[in-house]
């Protein structure tokens, strides 16, 4: 399956935004929380965040709240994206 928002970020011209945290979900972190499955970042501002399989699903959150449509897994050794307007893994 094709992803316009997907494909955005694999312009020429697009570069990677650093993490806004290296140590865990941004937003469990805030709240002392220490439990996620697995983290994501956000390919629009750098934000990192808990995937769905987690408690509080925060990417998923960070998404709706602000539109940025596109993470990728923030796990060593996973290079995928994921696009929450298309529901696809690219």
């Known amino acids: 399956m094709s992803c316009t928002h997907v494909a955005s970020f694999d312009s020429p011209t697009w570069v990677e935004p ?3 945290n ?4 941004a937003d469990c972190l805030a709240a002392g929380e220490h439990v996620w499955a697995h983290l ?8 990192v965040a808990c995937c769905d399989s987690s408690p509080h699903r925060h990417a ?3 998404s709706k709240e602000t539109g940025h449509p596109v993470m990728r897994s ?3 050794g996973e ?3 994921w ?3 298309d529901e696809a893994v690219v």
């Open 79 to 81: 290079a995928w994206r």
């Open 22 to 25: 290296t140590e865990g979900c």
């Open 74 to 76: 923030f796990e060593p």
């Open 60 to 62: 998923a959150l960070h």
């Open 83 to 85: 696009c929450f307007v």
């Open 18 to 20: 650093r993490p806004d």
């Open 40 to 47: 994501r970042m956000c390919l629009g501002c750098g934000h």
